[in-house]
């Protein structure tokens, strides 16, 4: 199988590393199109597979086009490629907000396939949402399919709509996550420990407590109430996140992030 990725940043290249890593595609049939110099010279200097600077007829002679620039430059890119793309080529987009007929209409092609990964991908620990246009065939659905999961999980939706909720949800959560990681590193500082201790606890904390959510077998209430004894410390933080409306505020965030992944569809 030959690939293409057009922009080749964080998610464009954890893409290609997993297919490298789990040999779905050969150096010499990976082209990297990257239009950053730095960054360009930086994938020369790995050797990630061929890289060049700008959309050519080289394209054309891939099975696999991934679209991983921003999605406000997509408007810089879909005429170059609107004049390289041959039919049977499958056009992968993981650019935010931006719908599969957008796609399909400013590229002239009707095989597109729309996905929503996250950065864990770059670990091969990712979870990507994605669908399909309906001329997409089964069998190129899967092989796509396949690729993805060398960056970590998968669901398939039916409902293209839904990929903004997965947009606002896993593509934008590890972000959510740090943040909340890096709040209570914040408070084990202001409670007297230097940088390093606080990391370390709260980060083993919240590595012990995911793998408690999997493992032990109780609802998220139940491990909640696991920890917080009556009349404890535990319940004194939760009050006081309640009153504050902490549980709210994330949701209203999320639902943030849906309404601009809609956003970004209308351009
Ligand atoms: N980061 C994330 O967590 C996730 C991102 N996404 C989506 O993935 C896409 C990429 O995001 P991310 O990897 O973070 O972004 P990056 O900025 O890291 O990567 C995009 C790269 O594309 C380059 N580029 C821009 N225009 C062109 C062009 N015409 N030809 C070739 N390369 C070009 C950029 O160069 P330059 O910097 O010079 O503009 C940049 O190096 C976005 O559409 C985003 O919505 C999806 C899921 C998660
Ligand atoms: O913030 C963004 O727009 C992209 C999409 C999901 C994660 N990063």
Same mark, same amino acid.
């Given at each position: ?16 590393? /997993? ?16 239009? /950053?110099?730095?960054?360009? =010279? ?17 394209? $054309? ?6 679209? /991983? ?6 408007? *810089?890119?879909?005429? !170059? ?14 650019? #935010? ?17 729309? !996905? +929503?990964?996250?950065?864990?991908? +770059? ?8 669908? #399909?246009?309906? %001329? ?5 659905? &899967? &092989? ?8 970590? &999980? ?5 409902? =293209? ?21 890096? #709040? ?11 940088? @390093?201790?606080? !990391? ?15 493992? !032990? ?17 535990? %319940?004194?933080?939760?009050? @006081?996140? =309640?009153?504050? $409306? ?5 949701? *209203? ?6 309404? &601009? *992944?809609?956003?970004?569809?209308? $351009?």
């Amino acid at each position: 199988m030959k690939i293409a990725i057009v922009g080749c940043g964080n998610m464009g290249m954890a893409f290609a590393k /997993s297919f490298l890593q789990y040999d779905l595609v050969k150096k010499d049939n990976l082209l990297l199109i990257e239009k /950053s110099a730095d960054r360009s =010279e930086a994938l020369k200097n790995e050797k990630a597979g061929v890289v060049v600077d700008t959309i050519g007829p080289h394209i $054309g002679e891939t099975d696999l086009i991934i679209l /991983s620039v921003k999605p406000q430059d997509f408007n *810089s890119v879909h005429e !170059a490629l609107r004049a390289v793309i041959q039919p049977t080529q499958i056009v992968l987009s993981i650019m #935010a907000g931006i719908p599969i007929a957008q796609i399909q209409e400013k590229l002239g092609h009707p095989l597109v396939i729309r !996905a +929503m990964p996250n950065t864990p991908a +770059m670990l091969g620990m990712g979870i990507t949402g994605f669908t #399909a246009a309906k %001329e997409v065939d089964s069998s190129s659905l &899967r &092989r796509v399919e396949n690729l993805i999961n060398a960056t970590g &999980r998968s669901i398939f939706l039916e409902d =293209e709509s839904m990929l903004d909720a997965v947009t606002a949800l896993s593509g934008s959560g590890p972000a959510y996550f740090y943040y909340v990681v890096k #709040a209570m590193i914040d408070a084990g500082k202001q409670m007297g420990f230097d940088d @390093a201790v606080s !990391a370390l606890l709260v980060k083993q904390t919240m590595l012990g407590a995911y793998h408690l959510i999997n493992t !032990a077998d109780k609802s998220l209430d139940e491990l909640i109430k696991a920890v917080a004894s009556k009349g404890g410390t535990t %319940e004194a933080a939760l009050r @006081a996140f =309640e009153s504050g $409306g902490l549980a709210d505020t994330l949701v *209203s965030g999320i639902k943030a992030a849906q309404t &601009r *992944s809609t956003e970004l569809s209308k $351009g």
